[in-house]
């Protein structure tokens, strides 16, 4: 009996990389005990939430009693919310946002879905560099959509030269993310110039708008402090998706946002569609709790510099196993070069260690692998010596 979809049965039949080192996490930790097994296999900040959301929180069942405190609200969010989030977004653009521009989302993931939703023909392309956060191709495959990955080059920076080829009159929107899932790459402001440029000499050449989306929930994790370009500076026709997941350790609760560039023509237009779809795709609004919290707390973060200490940690491991990477700029995620080309066997190696790790080719790039590091420090300090007989065992 078909229970499922066929699409939905044979994705269920090929579930993802990161699943399935999950379920690996839980057999060794059940097998030598939770503190004998280093799991870099999850993007899920251990970081608290700051003080600021738990006093948000007080406040918030403070006034429960109050009519229509948890009711339904407009498809786009509470218009205070709106306005604090506008003013978030100006703040890290360096352009001026009104509250107009902003859908309020579940999280990063039902903004991406929502645009797509909203601007997607079936057999439309959406063009990202690899490798790239998984979950993109299922949220432009949801609609009819398709992803066309192309790979960076070897700094991860973008290869626009491969870029440009893959741009044709089907090609709906580019996305980026940076700082990068699983990269931790920055692109550069040149790059960024560059892309834009691009973007706009197809548009006109296709008589398309072609957007630019930069998907930025790891943006206060900036361990260099460099410029993370504004695409809203850079293009005309771009929206950001931002989240709180990780800045204020909220991913559970499910609460980002979609901002609209005020340069974009007909902007209110867009804006209409996406408050529909967030709508008509069963979200109908983003959670009242999260959006109050919001309007307490999105100017706070997570603590930066303990995020930075365990990548300069995790960096020392690296080197003492002799391990190639490129040390990552941003977001808490390092994508190593395995030391031989299949990365599956330094995978079996790592879990012969009890470490666990996600295959690069689960992002679309062999040959790597990708560890984070929003661990406890002792995880990273105690895989030291793990790493360093992975690595020998397969240089042997
Ligand atoms: C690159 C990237 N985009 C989007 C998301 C989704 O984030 P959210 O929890 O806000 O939906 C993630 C989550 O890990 C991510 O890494």
């Known amino acids: 009996m078909n229970l499922l979809s066929d699409e939905i049965a044979a994705m269920a039949a090929n579930s993802s990389w990161i699943r399935k080192m999950f379920e690996e996490g839980i057999e060794l930790k059940k097998k030598y005990g939770e503190d004998n ?39 786009a969010g ?21 509250g107009d521009r902003i859908v309020v989302t579940c999280g990063a993931a039902g903004g991406l879905n929502v645009f797509f939703r909203a601007v997607l023909n079936p057999g439309d392309e959406v063009v ?18 398709k992803l066309v990955p192309v790979r960076s080059k070897e700094d991860f920076s973008l290869n626009l030269e491969e870029i440009e080829k893959a741009i044709t009159e089907k090609t709906r929107a580019f996305l980026i993310n940076s700082p990068n899932n699983p990269t931790g790459v920055i692109y550069s402001p040149t790059d960024v110039a560059e892309l834009s440029e691009l973007l706009r000499r197809k548009s006109a050449e296709f008589g398309r708008t072609i957007y630019l989306i930069a998907d930025e929930p790891y943006r206060f994790l900036n361990f260099d402090n460099v410029d993370i370009p504004s695409v809203f500076r850079h293009y005309r026709d771009s929206v950001v998706i931002g989240s709180f997941s990780k800045s204020l350790s909220l991913a559970g609760e499910r609460i980002g946002y979609i901002a609209v560039s005020p340069e974009l023509e007909g902007a ?102 990708r560890l984070a590091f929003c661990v406890p420090e002792k995880t990273i300090t105690g895989s030291a010596e793990a790493f360093k007989r992975a690595a020998a065992s397969l240089k042997a």
């Open 268 to 369: 209110k237009t867009l804006v209409g569609g996406l408050a529909m779809t967030n709508r008509i795709l069963g979200f109908v609004n983003a959670p009242a709790i999260a959006q109050k919290i919001l309007n307490a707390a999105s100017e706070s973060q997570a603590d930066l510099e303990a995020y930075r200490k365990r990548r300069d940690m995790m960096a020392k491991v690296l080197d003492y196993a002799g391990i190639e990477y490129n040390m990552p700029g941003g977001a808490f995620y390092f994508f190593p070069k395995s030391p031989v080309p299949d990365e599956s066997l330094f995978i079996q190696a790592l879990l012969n260690e009890r470490v666990l790790a996600v295959p690069g080719r689960g992002f679309g790039m062999e040959g790597y692998v």
């Open 78 to 98: 509470f218009a205070e919310t709106r306005s604090v989030l506008a003013k978030l977004v100006s703040r890290e653009q360096g352009v001026t946002v009104s």
């Open 37 to 75: 097994v280093y799991d870099f296999s999850l993007g899920n900040p251990d970081m608290p939430a700051p003080a600021v959301v738990g006093d948000a929180l007080r406040k918030i069942a403070d006034d429960a009693d109050k009519p229509f405190a948890f009711g339904y609200m407009p498809n």
């Open 128 to 145: 990202c560099p690899a490798p790239y956060f998984v979950e993109y191709k299922f949220y432009a495959g949801n609609f009819g959509g």
